[in-house]
């Protein structure tokens, strides 16, 4: 493509068509050796030649017909912006960007008020058509409101029966990069915090920062002064046309238009007579050029939507023709896209609509199946009965609008010039076929089929002969070429040719990129529909025979069998898809990159965590499949140092480099940035996965799904670290390893007896449901009782796995994860006490422990005394009472010694193979935050993660429920977030701070 003398490849089309967008210069700009405005010899002279943008609202609904884009409707109230074009010869027309639909129109100025500059973006995101105009009776209130300082005290409003809430201005300005659409971000106050959508953030960009659930991105039409009192009746009626909206657009109106939309900038344009009593717009303007004749003077009179509710109507859906009745036309809520909308009732199951968009309800649809929501376009009236519900299959050829009958004379002379122009109204020019094969012989009839929508997929079959000349100059549509020269095609062509392969056709060649691939009637093989990067005298925009396939430049677009396509002999052969692995390094993840830090760094807790780590980017950038790492991480070390010793543990010179090389990038490029900067880039993480994968003979820890103790044992052993646990059992050596399994008991947890909510319970509770309920307490003492298994020492770091039998059924709808860990009587060699009179112990009973006479649910240890009367009962005759050492030898009296306990500092989760986490980042019971390392993305295949750490204060209130309480508990009145970490957890990490110093 040439820009301006300068040509370029055919990549770099798409950044061409975007500076024309984005700049809104004319088409006859001609830089100089750069594409940046700023660096432009010419620049200068641009600038003092270059008058402000004007910007309008249009004033009358108006409909343009346009044979190859159909009706594109333009609503009273569009907000539309000058755009520098050469000026109407009588000055009564003007070329607009129309802002909510991206299309380039020329339009009269009768149909245009004027906008000052200043207020276009403070319009352009109200959704409400008619209440821009009387935002825009009062510019002094909207500049105004749009000059408030930060903190300012406003009204808000939050819902559509004029509910204001009480905020405070944080924020004005676009949300998207190169947006004009100005919102205002506002902090709920008073009742109405928690009422939000976020914390301040908008697509992981931070704005301001509040609590969460208490901010909110509105327009200016959704916003009072807080001193403003109550109104009369024009204002009050100015409030309820306030549409309801809770929150702004995703993009703003300058990131709509795309490369299709140029198209309409230079070839649509409307022709208005004088306006008298209601204007109506009239015919098309030849499609190449301003000065062509019109191509009709028909007058195309404003009209209400095509359909009504209740009309029957029919749609081609996946080779058949479909039918249902409309329960909703219009313009959607808050939608960029270009006209109306149908929503269609279906009479067979085919759908995937429930009647909502965006949240909104539009039509009551009684199931998704039942229901689709198509552009207005690709919807016609049923021409049949409605009682013929089953759709009829049909071939494609009769998808095919019908054709003005085509005279097959060959022509004596050749056409006008004009006859250049791609398409005419059928009115004033009769079709020509373009040169076509010769078509195959005709098939027998098919069956009548309802009437097909106005724009099908495909073009109809040809009506005449190949011509001779396949390249003709004169032709109205592009040519179907059939070079005889085609050297080394396959069938279908060369393999993996796909939309988006660059490839050249004809000898010499003819370049572009394959736009389209698909079947034209009447050939019997693959045609792709390709973008030229020279113009072609018999080219068109990407249309065939009137039919839109893609779109491109006026004169670029061929349609050529696949075949007959080579790739671009100028560029290598694609090399095979991207490695994710290896494109997981510092410079394709540059603008997502963490620092290194040297420094020992302590990990930060309370207050201080919970604004280091809230937000998104933050924690640990997940990539491919690496959230179990990435969870254990976060959970390890965060907001807790009992597992510092893996960062200093003193290595063996005599052992292999790729531990020392593991420690320090443990310690200096993801533990210590993570606790200073509060994130860490996927890049450091695959380094780590990097160097497991190469220490071990699996081959998966860079790329594929693994379990969180599967990693830390693998980490254990590359770092070359004593096991955390060692445990003993009752007639064996101590046995060393880093977690531990826990298993359930025998027998479930009983069910609670009292179906009455305790006084003090934190949360109301059911009696209906129970959930079967267990604690890790319980757990842990019921592995060890039933495995007659001790801790040899009491450890510093604990990391126990909760049993799971997989997504479909759990031994627990819940486990409770114990704040504080009782492992006294689960160590070996220590003094504990009697069960019954709290003197030391000297023996316990295993068979003692399902006993619901005695403790029940705890172990039973006894002394002398007490184990002679518990065991002479006639039920316990047949007991085997063990004898237990007591250290330091005998032992008079009651005992008050303390009791070993761990504290709970994370919990790692797991739902449908994703891992995520919870962290305990200060003293208090509302401690905890939520990690997800994949909370959201950015691009596709090639793109990133994006991770976030977000407050849930409200899982302590469960936490400290008891068993019992938490059973009574109705499951679907819980939040997510408590719902993952009591009924997905997967691995609860204990620590012992006072050991962990002697580590």
């Known amino acids: 493509?040439?820009?301006?003398?300068?040509?370029?490849?055919?990549?770099?089309?798409?950044?061409?068509?975007?500076?024309?967008?984005?700049?809104?210069?004319?088409?006859?700009?001609?830089?100089?050796?750069?594409?940046?405005a700023s660096k432009m010899s010419g620049a200068h002279e641009l600038n003092r030649k270059r008058r402000p943008t004007k910007a309008f609202l249009i004033s009358s609904d108006l409909r343009l017909q346009d044979h190859l884009e159909g009706t594109i409707w333009l609503q009273r109230g569009f907000v539309c912006k000058e755009q520098e074009q050469e000026q109407d010869k009588r000055g009564d027309c003007l070329w607009v960007k129309v802002l909510d639909n991206g299309a380039m129109v020329k339009i009269e100025r009768s149909f245009l008020q004027e906008v000052p500059a200043e207020l276009v973006g403070l319009l352009e995101p109200v959704l409400d058509l008619e209440l821009r105009f009387h935002l825009l009776a009062n510019p002094g209130k909207l500049q105004h409101l749009a000059s408030l300082p930060a903190?300012?005290?406003?009204?808000?409003?939050?819902?559509?029966?004029?509910?204001?809430?009480?905020?405070?201005?944080?924020?004005?300005?676009?949300?998207?990069?190169?947006?004009s659409a100005v919102y205002f971000g506002v902090q709920l106050k008073g009742s109405a915090a928690g009422r939000g959508t976020g914390n301040g953030s908008y697509k992981g960009h931070r704005f301001f920062s509040c609590p969460d659930s208490c901010a909110l991105f509105v327009p200016v039409s959704?916003?009072?002064?807080?001193?403003?009192?109550?109104?009369?009746?024009?204002?009050?009626?100015?409030?309820?046309?306030?549409?309801?909206?809770?929150?702004?657009?995703?993009?703003?109106?300058?990131?709509?238009?795309?490369?299709?939309?140029?198209?309409?900038?230079?070839?649509?344009?409307?022709?208005?007579?004088?306006?008298?009593?209601?204007?109506?717009?009239?015919?098309?303007?030849?499609?190449?050029?301003?000065?062509?004749?019109?191509?009709?003077?028909?007058?195309?009179?404003?009209?209400?939507?095509?359909?009504?509710?209740?009309?029957?109507?029919?749609?081609?859906?996946?080779?058949?023709?479909?039918?249902?009745?409309?329960?909703?036309?219009?313009?959607l809520p808050g939608s960029s896209s270009s006209g109306l909308h149908v929503g269609i009732l279906l009479d067979a199951p085919v759908g995937k609509w429930d009647g909502h968009y965006r949240g909104e309800k539009l039509c009551q649809i009684p199931s998704a199946l039942y229901g689709i929501l198509l552009p207005v376009s690709k919807v016609s009236a049923e021409q049949k009965s409605p009682r013929q519900n089953p759709p009829t299959q049909i071939p494609k050829s009769i998808l095919k609008p019908v054709l003005p009958a085509v005279t097959k004379q060959a022509p004596t002379s050749p056409p006008p010039?004009?006859?250049?122009?791609?398409?005419?109204?059928?009115?004033?020019?009769?079709?020509?076929?373009?040169?076509?094969?010769?078509?195959?012989?005709?098939?027998?009839?098919?069956?009548?089929?309802?009437?097909?929508?106005?724009?099908?997929?495909?073009?109809?079959?040809?009506?005449?002969?190949?011509?001779?000349?396949?390249?003709?100059?004169?032709?109205?549509?592009?040519?179907?070429?059939?070079?005889?020269?085609?050297?080394?095609?396959?069938?279908?062509?060369?393999?993996?040719?796909?939309?988006?392969s660059m490839v050249e056709v004809n000898d010499p060649p003819l370049f572009g990129v394959i736009r389209w691939i698909g079947q034209i009637a009447g050939i019997p093989e693959p045609v792709a529909g390709i973008e030229l990067d020279e113009e072609l005298s018999a080219g068109t925009d990407g249309s065939y025979l009137g039919e839109r396939h893609f779109r491109c430049p006026p004169n670029k677009g061929l349609f050529v069998k696949l075949r007959?396509?080579?790739?671009?002999?100028?560029?290598?052969?694609?090399?095979?898809?991207?490695?994710?692995?290896?494109?997981?390094?510092?410079?394709?993840?540059?603008?997502?990159?963490?620092?290194?830090?040297?420094?020992?760094?302590?990990?930060?807790?309370?207050?201080?965590?919970?604004?280091l780590y809230q937000g998104w980017k933050r924690g640990i950038q997940g990539h491919l499949n690496s959230c179990y790492l990435d969870a254990t991480l976060f959970s390890l070390f965060s907001c807790c140092s009992s597992a510092d010793?893996?960062?200093?543990?003193?290595?063996?010179?005599?052992?292999?480099?790729?531990?020392?090389?593991?420690?320090?990038?443990?310690?200096?490029?993801?533990?210590?940035?993570?606790?200073?900067?509060?994130?860490?880039?996927?890049?450091?993480?695959?380094?780590?996965?990097?160097?497991?994968?190469?220490?071990?003979?699996?081959?998966?820890?860079?790329?594929?799904?693994?379990?969180?103790?599967?990693?830390?044992?693998?980490?254990?052993?590359?770092?070359?670290?004593?096991?955390?646990?060692?445990?003993?059992?009752?007639?064996?050596?101590?046995?060393?390893?880093?977690?531990?399994?826990?298993?359930?008991?025998?027998?479930?947890?009983?069910?609670?007896?009292?179906?009455?909510?305790?006084?003090?319970?934190?949360?109301?509770?059911?009696?209906?449901?129970?959930?079967?309920?267990?604690?890790?307490?319980?757990?842990?003492?019921?592995?060890?009782?039933?495995?007659?298994?001790?801790?040899?020492?009491?450890?510093?770091?604990?990391?126990?796995?909760?049993?799971?039998f997989g997504k479909d059924f759990k031994m627990y709808d819940a486990i409770l994860?114990?704040?504080?860990?009782?492992?006294?009587?689960?160590?070996?060699?220590?003094?504990?006490?009697?069960?019954?009179?709290?003197?030391?112990?000297?023996?316990?009973?295993?068979?003692?422990?399902?006993?619901?006479?005695?403790?029940?649910?705890?172990?039973?240890?006894?002394?002398?005394?007490?184990?002679?009367?518990?065991?002479?009962?006639?039920?316990?005759?047949?007991?085997s009472p063990l004898k237990i050492s007591v250290p330091g030898g005998p032992w008079s009296g009651p005992l008050h010694c303390t009791r070993r306990r761990m504290s709970l500092f994370a919990v790692t989760c797991i739902e449908t193979s994703h891992y995520v986490s919870f962290v305990k980042h200060?003293?208090?019971?509302?401690?905890?935050?939520?990690?997800?390392?994949?909370?959201?993305?950015?691009?596709?295949?090639?793109?990133?993660?994006?991770?976030?750490?977000?407050?849930?204060?409200?899982?302590?209130?469960?936490?400290?429920?008891?068993?019992?309480?938490?059973?009574?508990?109705?499951?679907?009145?819980?939040?997510?977030?408590?719902?993952?970490l009591l009924c997905d957890s997967y691995m609860c990490l204990y620590q012992s701070p006072e050991l962990s110093l002697y580590k």
């Open 1 to 36: 493509m040439k820009l301006g003398g300068l040509t370029h490849g055919p990549s770099r089309r798409p950044s061409q068509m975007k500076i024309y967008r984005d700049r809104e210069v004319s088409f006859n700009l001609k830089p100089a050796t750069s594409l940046d």
């Open 222 to 331: 959704h916003i009072r002064l807080r001193h403003w009192s109550r109104p009369d009746g024009s204002e009050a009626q100015e409030r309820g046309r306030d549409p309801h909206r809770n929150g702004g657009r995703q993009q703003g109106g300058s990131e709509r238009p795309n490369h299709q939309h140029q198209q309409h900038r230079r070839h649509i344009s409307f022709r208005q007579p004088p306006p008298a009593s209601h204007p109506q717009p009239q015919g098309i303007l030849s499609r190449t050029a301003d000065s062509a004749a019109p191509a009709s003077r028909g007058q195309v009179p404003v009209s209400p939507p095509p359909f009504r509710a209740g009309q029957r109507v029919c749609f081609p859906w996946q080779d058949a023709v479909q039918a249902g009745e409309v329960r909703f036309c219009g313009v």
């Open 922 to 980: 200060g003293p208090q019971d509302t401690d905890w935050l939520f990690f997800d390392s994949m909370a959201d993305r950015e691009g596709g295949e090639n793109g990133f993660n994006i991770p976030q750490v977000k407050a849930c204060p409200e899982v302590g209130r469960y936490l400290s429920l008891s068993e019992e309480d938490l059973s009574r508990v109705n499951a679907s009145s819980l939040k997510e977030a408590t719902r993952r």
């Open 417 to 500: 010039a004009a006859a250049k122009i791609p398409l005419m109204p059928p009115s004033k020019q009769a079709l020509r076929p373009p040169p076509l094969p010769p078509p195959k012989p005709p098939q027998k009839p098919q069956p009548t089929a309802p009437a097909p929508p106005p724009k099908p997929r495909s073009p109809a079959p040809p009506a005449g002969p190949e011509p001779q000349h396949a390249n003709g100059l004169h032709g109205p549509a592009s040519p179907l070429t059939s070079p005889a020269h085609a050297e080394g095609a396959g069938e279908n062509g060369e393999a993996g040719l796909e939309v988006g």
């Open 564 to 611: 007959n396509c080579r790739r671009d002999s100028r560029f290598p052969a694609p090399e095979t898809p991207v490695n994710q692995v290896a494109r997981c390094n510092s410079i394709a993840f540059a603008e997502w990159g963490s620092e290194r830090v040297e420094d020992h760094t302590p990990p930060v807790d309370g207050d201080e965590a919970r604004e």
């Open 151 to 179: 903190d300012a005290p406003l009204w808000v409003q939050l819902g559509q029966q004029d509910e204001l809430a009480e905020a405070q201005l944080k924020y004005t300005g676009p949300l998207a990069r190169g947006s």
């Open 817 to 879: 994860p114990t704040l504080s860990l009782d492992i006294t009587d689960l160590l070996d060699d220590t003094v504990r006490q009697c069960t019954i009179c709290q003197t030391a112990a000297e023996w316990e009973c295993l068979q003692c422990y399902e006993d619901l006479d005695i403790t029940p649910g705890q172990l039973k240890q006894y002394c002398q005394t007490c184990n002679t009367q518990v065991h002479s009962h006639k039920n316990r005759l047949s007991h």
């Open 645 to 804: 010793w893996l960062l200093f543990w003193p290595s063996d010179p005599g052992t292999e480099q790729s531990s020392g090389q593991a420690q320090d990038l443990l310690r200096c490029e993801i533990v210590n940035p993570l606790r200073r900067y509060g994130y860490v880039c996927a890049s450091k993480t695959m380094a780590l996965r990097r160097l497991l994968e190469a220490a071990n003979s699996d081959t998966g820890f860079t790329n594929q799904e693994k379990d969180p103790e599967e990693f830390l044992n693998k980490l254990f052993q590359l770092l070359r670290v004593e096991p955390l646990l060692k445990i003993r059992s009752m007639t064996q050596q101590p046995q060393e390893c880093h977690l531990y399994q826990l298993f359930p008991p025998t027998l479930p947890p009983s069910s609670p007896s009292s179906p009455v909510s305790p006084p003090a319970s934190p949360i109301p509770l059911s009696s209906s449901q129970c959930m079967r309920v267990s604690s890790v307490q319980a757990l842990l003492e019921t592995s060890f009782h039933h495995a007659r298994l001790k801790f040899v020492e009491a450890p510093s770091c604990l990391l126990l796995l909760m049993p799971r």
